[in-house]
């Protein structure tokens, strides 16, 4: 990006939160949307809101029928790849953790992640020109009990970034990365498997970001001319010191 024309913009996990946020500033600058997320329904809403034509892919980003399909529809012409989709699952010790929610944020947080670059970077590569922002967190760079699993994969989203920003220098390739404290989606609401009363006190008595923060400061990397890099901007709420520091008011 980093000039006014029209690109083509991948968002992985578009059906909510801050995917969500980023297609709709995306598609109201006039770019060209390629949206990803496993709920149909959701991505058919967002096309509606956004009230013209974009390319639905309601896929897992586990799933390689997904790379298929982009690779068909997009014909390997991908601008901007905001490589968002994720999850934490349980707030559990690691003793008491089921293992099964280990292994669905190691595939989706990381394998997944890193396969969408594996993706895309060569095409832009071979385009001349691209733009990466992956979604690390506060959680890739402190840790706090009852994460160990989401906290090791955005370590390593944040370790990968690193690596590919040291390998793509000088090829006009920008690798950047947010990394937000608590922002209220339905990120909680997903931890807890659906438990709201659990998901409501996460954000009790404190102001969290909200998906529309996040996206205009991606969108703020992205419109920054072609020699600029941010490599990451790391965001908090005001009310939020660290992942375990909150400053909450008594109701
Ligand atoms: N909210 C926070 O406090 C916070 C803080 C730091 C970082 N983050 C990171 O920000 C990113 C977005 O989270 P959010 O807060 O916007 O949460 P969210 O509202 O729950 O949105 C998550 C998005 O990811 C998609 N997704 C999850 N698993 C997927 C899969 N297997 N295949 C395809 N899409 C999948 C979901 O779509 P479907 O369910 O329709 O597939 C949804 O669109 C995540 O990487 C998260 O780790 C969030």
């Given at each position: ?179 937000p404290g608590m922002v ?22 404190m102001t969290p970001l909200?998906?529309?923060d ?21 965001t908090m709420p005001t009310d939020q ?5 909150v400053s909450?008011?008594?109701?």
């Amino acid at each position: 990006m980093g000039n006014n024309l029209k690109k083509n913009v991948l968002i992985t996990g578009a059906s909510s939160g801050i995917g969500r946020a980023m297609a709709l500033m995306m598609a109201e600058m006039g770019h060209e949307l390629y949206l990803v997320a496993r709920r149909r329904d959701r991505l058919e809403e967002l096309e509606k809101e956004i009230a013209r034509k974009v390319h639905l892919l309601p896929f897992d980003v586990n799933d390689p029928k997904l790379i298929v399909e982009l690779q068909k529809i997009s014909a390997g012409k991908i601008d901007v790849l905001i490589n968002n989709a994720g999850l934490a699952l349980g707030r559990e010790k690691v003793e008491k953790s089921d293992f099964a929610d280990w292994e669905k944020m190691i595939s989706t947080n990381m394998t997944a992640n890193f396969r969408m670059v594996h993706t895309v970077l060569p095409w832009m590569l071979k385009n001349g020109e691209g733009d990466i922002i992956n979604l690390c967190s506060v959680a890739g760079h402190y840790t706090y009990p009852g994460g160990a699993v989401y906290c090791a994969t955005k370590f390593a989203v944040q370790a990968f970034t690193r690596v590919l920003r040291e390998e793509t220098c000088g090829k006009n390739i920008r690798v950047m990365q947010i990394s937000p404290g608590m922002v209220e989606t339905d990120f909680s609401k997903v931890r807890f498997k659906g438990d709201e009363k659990l998901a409501d006190m996460v954000y009790a008595g404190m102001t969290p970001l909200t998906s529309t923060d996040v996206a205009e400061m991606m969108v703020f990397m992205l419109s920054r001319p072609r020699h600029v890099v941010i490599d990451e901007i790391i965001t908090m709420p005001t009310d939020q010191g660290s992942p375990t520091t909150v400053s909450r008011k008594e109701s």
